[in-house]
C-alpha cells in the first residue's frame, strides 16, 4: 500500500499561503498536517484559530490536526469546526486521555495520539484499540527543519507488533526529520503517514517530492 502523505504547512510560506495550498490541492498528497503550539507545552507559538480558518477553506485535502498544547479538550468545539478530520493531541498533555479520545470520537473526529522522542511506545498499550491513529514523534515537538531521531525506527517496529498482537487498526504516523531518506527507512519500519515540513516546501520543486513520497 502507498504510503499517507501529510504535508505540514508550518513550513509553508505564510506571506504567500494560497500559493503553498494550491501547490498542495494540486499534488498527491493525501492530508494537510497542521501543528498548534502554545508555548507552554512546546517552547514555541505556531498559528491560531483565526489563521487556521483561512488555511481550512484554502484546501480540499483532510485536515490532519497535531496540538502541541496543553489541556487540549478544551479546544474539541473549536478543531471541529475548523472542519478537522483528525484531531491528534500528545499523550504527555492528557492525564486522562481516554476520556479524551472519547470526547473527540463524540464530536465526531477521528482521535489520534502523539508521544514524545522520550515516551516509550509500551505506555499505549491500553489505549492503542480506541485510537484512529498514533503519531511517533521523531525530534522534539516544537520547531520545523530539526534532525530525524534514529531510534524512532525502533518504535515504529515496537507499535506495528503491538497494533499486530492487539488487532487494533490504528495507523501510525510519523512526524519530525522526514525526508525520501528517513522516509524511506520508516515505511520499511512499518510507518502508515508521513508528516513533512521541510523536506517538501524547502525542495525547488515540492510537488515533486510529494509525489516521490507516495512512491517510497
Ligand atoms: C514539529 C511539528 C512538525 C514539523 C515537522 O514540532 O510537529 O509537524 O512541521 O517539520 P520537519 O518535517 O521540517 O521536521
Ligand atoms: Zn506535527
Known amino acids: 500500500m502507498k504510503p499517507i502523505v501529510s504535508p505540514s504547512i508550518l513550513s509553508a510560506d505564510f506571506a504567500h499561503l494560497s500559493k503553498d495550498m494550491e501547490m498542495i490541492n494540486r499534488s498527491e498528497a ?8 502554545d508555548g507552554v507545552f512546546v517552547p514555541n507559538i505556531s498559528f491560531g484559530f483565526p489563521v487556521l480558518k483561512y488555511v ?9 490536526v497535531h496540538l502541541m498544547i496543553v ?13 478537522a478530520d483528525i484531531m491528534n493531541v500528545h499523550y504527555e498533555a492528557c492525564p486522562h486521555l481516554h476520556r479524551v479520545i472519547q470526547q473527540i470520537k463524540e464530536a465526531g473526529m477521528k482521535p489520534a495520539v502523539t508521544i514524545n522522542p522520550a515516551t516509550p511506545v509500551m505506555l499505549l498499550q ?3 484499540r480506541d485510537v484512529h491513529m498514533v503519531l511517533i514523534m521523531s525530534v522534539n515537538p516544537g520547531f520545523g527543519g530539526q534532525k530525524f531521531i534514529e531510534h524512532s ?20 504516523q510519523v512526524d519530525g526529520g522526514v525526508n525520501l531518506e528517513t522516509g524511506a527507512k520508516l515505511i520499511e519500519a512499518g510507518a502508515d503517514v508521513l508528516v513533512a515540513g521541510n523536506a517538501i516546501f524547502a525542495a525547488d520543486n515540492p510537488e515533486e517530492v510529494i509525489k ?5
Open 71 to 83: 489541556q487540549p479538550e478544551k479546544f474539541i468545539p473549536e478543531v471541529k469546526a475548523l472542519g
Open 212 to 216: 516521490q513520497m507516495k512512491s517510497l
Open 153 to 172: 525506527l525502533e518504535k515504529v517496529k515496537e507499535l506495528r507488533a503491538m497494533i499486530d498482537r492487539t488487532g487494533s487498526k490504528a495507523l501510525i
Open 56 to 64: 481550512a477553506e484554502l484546501t480540499s485535502k483532510p485536515l490532519d
Open 30 to 37: 493525501d492530508w494537510v498536517h497542521i501543528d498548534i503550539m
Open 126 to 128: 491500553d489505549i492503542i
